[in-house]
């Protein structure tokens, strides 16, 4: 197996992301990064830092040249970052040292990276927007469409009450809702150029330090912070601490179809399942599972990346590079987990059957409580409790249901009404519905 199963050959059409793996390429970051040194020499150039024509120069050039990124690794290596050895074979490439000279002025590697880092971020943040928008798409529609189908409610993987599959939906989107709405806030986080020098300070661009910052933030259209933030990876940990929760809540949706898909309960179909080496009869549900792995690979990752906020003074290599191995991994595990959940929802299809089967196995003990309740205009809160309670013992003990001992026990026609799924039901429908206008407000 690799070393990551995201850059797999033989695991790249369970894990890989075509379009989130190429913004994390060699080539993606090194494209990048010149992209930034043309558009800082372009704004040094029209603040006269650096000479108008040699700007024009460097700027042009960063989109015609091509460097080889295999050729950087030996010294990056040696170096620990790869833009001394970026710089030098661009100025190579140029072949005009008269210009070439004014390249990478006053910047250091980490205002160059983290930049280049916030234009990927940028294309990666979009793909994640798009692709939640038709996740949360797919469940109004189930939600919608399913607002009143009753199935069982369980805790603790125990039948509960009833409950509708619309509601059931809609508690999978809740939290997406919520962490699109996030969407801004981790924007405005992580989407910032990087543009302070050595220690933080500006001191190589004198008084037009500011001035410069906000330029090159204009040219390459992202946003700038007033003090540097080379040590402060809040941002950083910020977007992974989103992906990590909209992970979590994919894998939740994914947990639930697996056990509302499983032999011998039904309630949910699943086309497009795996099949066994051994097993002929078998049709894995490899969708939601891979949702659930995924999860687990971010929140792992995620750790990591949260542990790599903790910047030593005013610039760590440790901290540094331990957020790059990391963030990738979080970025490719989400955009994974969203493509996987739209592909998923679009195969699934309950089964109203077998929910109503889920519901009642011919012994109405799921209506314990509402019979309960019902109750209480006769007897007090504990009484009914203890009365129903010994009631259900006696027909798990002795066979029957929960009806027919109740009217037997109470002769109250009335009691009657309660034993049916859609009679207890509750907000559930409201519920699946108000979700729904969430999503298409």
Known sequence: MAVTPFDSGLYRDLFHDPEIGSLFSDSAELRAMM??????????GGLGIIPELSAAFIERSTREIQIDPGGLAAETGQNGIPVPALVKAMRK???????????????????????????????????????LDAVLAQLADLAQAHAALPMAGRTWMQVATPTSFGAVVAS????????RGGLDSVRAG????????????GAAYGPQAAELRAALAAELRLGQRPVSWHS???????LSAWATQVSASLAKMGEDILLMSQSGVGELRLGGGGSSSTMPQKQNPVLPSLLGALARGVIGANTTLQGAAIHRQQRDAAAWMSEWMALGQVCMGLGRGL???????????????????????????????????AL?????RPDAQAAVKALCLSVIADGGNLRDAALAKWEDPGLAALFTPQAQLGLAPADARAFVAMVRA
């Not at 209480?376 to 007090?380: E, H, I, L």
């Open 35 to 44: 992209l930034v040194e043309g558009a800082l020499a372009k704004a040094q």
């Open 93 to 131: 490439a140029m072949e005009a040292p008269e210009h070439a000279q004014f390249l990478h002025w006053g910047a250091t590697t980490q205002d160059i990276m983290d930049t280049a880092l916030a234009l990927r971020l940028r294309q990666v943040l979009a793909l994640f927007e798009k692709r």
């Open 172 to 179: 999978w989107g809740l939290p997406l809702v919520d962490l």
């Open 190 to 201: 992580c989407l910032n150029v990087s543009l302070s020098g050595a220690a933080g300070t």
């Open 232 to 238: 402060a990876r809040h941002g950083m940990a910020g």
């Open 339 to 373: 493509a996987v959940a739209e592909q998923m929802l679009g195969t699934i299809a309950p089964d109203a059957e077998a929910m109503l089967a889920g519901i009642d196995d011919g012994r109405g003990l799921i209506y314990a409580e509402a019979l309960q309740f």
């Open 376 to 380: 209480t205009d006769r007897m007090s």
